[in-house]
């Protein structure tokens, strides 16, 4: 019933990002497109709620229950990013509005940006690591709770890697190919910091 759920949440959470984006840019009701886009939290709640009521109903803890918190540690991590971007392409693509500028490519612009992301995996990590400490707590019992302890290993194992990634960026950074806008930019930008 777990996985039902996640997979409901999930195809729930793009449904209302859908219905949000398309009542704000093609119906013209931005109000009311946020209004859906803000009920989106609402998903992670019934999941978190349906978790805990399957453990008090003395449910044996297991992947599932990981797999819930991970989920959700994501959604808090990166969720707000992803909307961010996605009204962005759906405001210029629906609304006129001028295209969204992408992230950097090179330098330590990128490594910067890279390193915001990072953080959003560091969150959602935190969040998944604090509640699966609460479900184990809540269920008491160390030796059923031994899968949700390797969840938190797997989700702090995760942030380490994406953070090593991260760091590449910030070790070796990316150089514009030379003679292209993205050089001329870095030069100008270098000159006006000497000035």
Same mark, same amino acid.
């Given at each position: 019933?777990? &996985?039902t759920?996640?997979?409901?949440?999930?195809?729930?959470?793009?449904?209302? #990002?859908?219905?949000?984006?398309?009542? @704000?840019?093609?119906?013209? $009701?931005? @109000?009311?497109?946020?209004a859906?886009?803000?009920? +989106?939290?609402?998903l992670? %709640?019934?999941? #978190?709620?349906?978790t805990?009521?399957?453990?008090?109903?003395? /449910?044996?803890p297991?992947?599932? =229950?990981?797999?819930?918190?991970?989920?959700?540690?994501?959604? &808090?991590?990166?969720? =707000?990013?992803?909307?961010?971007?996605?009204?962005?392409?759906? *405001? =210029?693509?629906?609304?006129g509005a *001028?295209?969204?500028?992408?992230?950097?490519?090179?330098? $330590?612009?990128?490594? @910067?940006?890279?390193?915001? %992301?990072?953080?959003?995996?560091? %969150?959602? *990590?935190? %969040?998944?690591?604090?509640?699966?400490?609460?479900? $184990?707590?809540?269920?008491?019992?160390?030796?059923?709770?031994?899968? #949700? +302890?390797?969840?938190?290993?797997?989700?702090?194992?995760?942030?380490?890697?994406?953070?090593?990634v991260? #760091?590449?960026?910030?070790?070796?950074? @990316?150089? /514009?190919?030379?003679?292209?806008?993205?050089? =001329? +930019?870095? $030069?100008?930008?270098?000159?006006?910091?000497?000035?």
């Amino acid at each position: 019933m777990i &996985v039902t759920l996640i997979i409901v949440c999930e195809v729930g959470f793009w449904v209302l #990002l859908a219905a949000g984006l398309a009542t @704000r840019y093609l119906l013209r $009701m931005p @109000r009311t497109g946020l209004a859906l886009l803000l009920c +989106e939290p609402l998903l992670e %709640v019934v999941l #978190l709620v349906v978790t805990a009521i399957d453990l008090k109903n003395g /449910a044996d803890p297991s992947w599932k =229950h990981g797999l819930a918190a991970l989920y959700i540690g994501y959604t &808090v991590g990166h969720g =707000h990013r992803t909307v961010k971007w996605l009204d962005g392409h759906a *405001a =210029h693509r629906l609304g006129g509005a *001028a295209p969204p500028a992408g992230p950097p490519r090179y330098g $330590m612009a990128r490594a @910067r940006h890279e390193g915001r %992301v990072w953080l959003g995996t560091v %969150v959602a *990590a935190a %969040v998944a690591s604090g509640l699966l400490l609460i479900a $184990m707590w809540y269920v008491g019992d160390a030796n059923r709770t031994s899968s #949700l +302890e390797s969840w938190m290993f797997t989700a702090w194992r995760t942030a380490g890697i994406h953070g090593l990634v991260a #760091l590449s960026y910030a070790l070796w950074p @990316r150089k /514009a190919p030379a003679g292209t806008e993205a050089e =001329h +930019e870095l $030069m100008s930008t270098k000159e006006s910091a000497r000035r």
